[in-house]
């Protein structure tokens, strides 16, 4: 940040910072200062490094210049980071194995994703192009016609070279997923399987025991095909 480009109220408050004897005091306060200016600056569309030229329109917080220098020092500490085997959004711990970064890092970005996907989604707001979107759909129809192709031909250029079209990471030999990937899709069918079972078996007890109940209270009992099929479910599980 120029010196020259600072505003006078800027400059008051740093020059009585100085003179603070609380160090930890000025420090706060030259800090906030600057974010103050910081947010003055890009409310009014200005460059936040204070260069005084208007904010490029790919970034609200710097000219062009200023952006490309913050995406090359950016790349630089990416980089540097990947050669430390450090993670390239905190720097300060490893990065996970087969991971840019770290366990925190990918957990808070995971979160912060699925976050604003739920509130595009509810909203009804494509999450591609940002377009209204009919139905229960994330995608509008035509990012979703895109995303098929998209997905499609990846998937065939994968299979023609041999790798595992749902990671495309691994080679297979031939086949369509890798071993890893097969024994997911295995495990989340089973899974899924086993929550239908588990439906299944609560909603026949639910029957049977309110069919009981009826019996107890009117001495009769309605014994149909839905009652049998019931009591069949619940009797095989208790075997
Ligand atoms: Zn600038
Ligand atoms: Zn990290
Ligand atoms: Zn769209
Ligand atoms: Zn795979």
Same mark, same amino acid.
């Given at each position: 940040?120029?010196?020259?480009?600072?505003?006078?109220?800027?400059?008051?408050?740093?020059?009585?910072?100085?003179?603070?004897?609380?160090?930890?005091?000025?420090?706060?306060?030259?800090?906030?200062?600057?974010?103050?200016? #910081?947010?003055?600056?890009?409310?009014?569309?200005?460059?936040?490094?204070?260069?005084?030229?208007?904010?490029?329109?790919?970034?609200?917080?710097?000219?062009?210049?200023?952006?490309? @220098?913050?995406?090359?020092?950016?790349?630089?500490?990416?980089?540097?980071?990947?050669?430390?085997?450090?993670?390239?959004?905190?720097?300060?711990?490893?990065?996970?194995?087969? #991971?840019?970064?770290?366990?925190?890092?990918?957990?808070?970005?995971?979160?912060?994703?699925?976050?604003?996907?739920?509130?595009?989604?509810?909203?009804?707001?494509?999450?591609?192009?940002?377009?209204?979107?009919?139905?229960?759909?994330?995608?509008?129809?035509?990012?979703?016609?895109?995303?098929?192709?998209?997905?499609?031909?990846?998937?065939?250029?994968?299979?023609?070279?041999?790798?595992?079209?749902?990671?495309?990471?691994?080679?297979?030999?031939?086949?369509?997923?890798?071993?890893?990937?097969?024994?997911?899709?295995?495990?989340?069918?089973?899974?899924?399987? @086993?929550?239908?079972?588990?439906?299944?078996?609560?909603?026949?007890? @639910?029957?049977?025991?309110?069919?009981?109940?009826?019996?107890?209270?009117?001495?009769?009992?309605?014994?149909?095909?839905?009652?049998?099929?019931?009591?069949?479910?619940?009797?095989?599980?208790?075997?």
């Amino acid at each position: 940040m120029g010196r020259s480009t600072w505003p006078t109220w800027l400059t008051e408050i740093l020059s009585a910072a100085e003179k603070d004897e609380d160090r930890d005091r000025a420090t706060f306060t030259v800090n906030s200062a600057f974010t103050r200016w #910081r947010e003055e600056l890009k409310a009014a569309g200005m460059c936040t490094q204070g260069c005084g030229k208007p904010h490029y329109e790919k970034s609200s917080l710097f000219c062009e210049e200023h952006h490309m @220098k913050a995406l090359f020092r950016g790349d630089r500490r990416r980089q540097r980071n990947i050669a430390n085997g450090m993670c390239t959004t905190c720097g300060t711990r490893p990065h996970d194995e087969g #991971r840019r970064v770290c366990t925190p890092c990918a957990e808070r970005s995971n979160a912060r994703c699925k976050k604003r996907y739920e509130t595009l989604r509810e909203n009804k707001v494509c999450s591609q192009c940002r377009a209204a979107v009919s139905g229960r759909f994330a995608m509008c129809s035509g990012c979703r016609a895109k995303s098929r192709v998209a997905t499609t031909e990846r998937q065939h250029d994968l299979r023609d070279r041999g790798m595992c079209v749902a990671c495309g990471k691994v080679e297979t030999g031939g086949t369509r997923y890798c071993r890893a990937c097969n024994d997911r899709f295995n495990e989340q069918r089973r899974a899924a399987r @086993k929550r239908d079972r588990e439906e299944e078996l609560r909603a026949a007890m @639910k029957l049977v025991l309110e069919r009981e109940s009826e019996y107890f209270e009117t001495g009769v009992k309605i014994v149909d095909a839905e009652y049998l099929e019931a009591k069949e479910i619940v009797m095989k599980k208790a075997v």
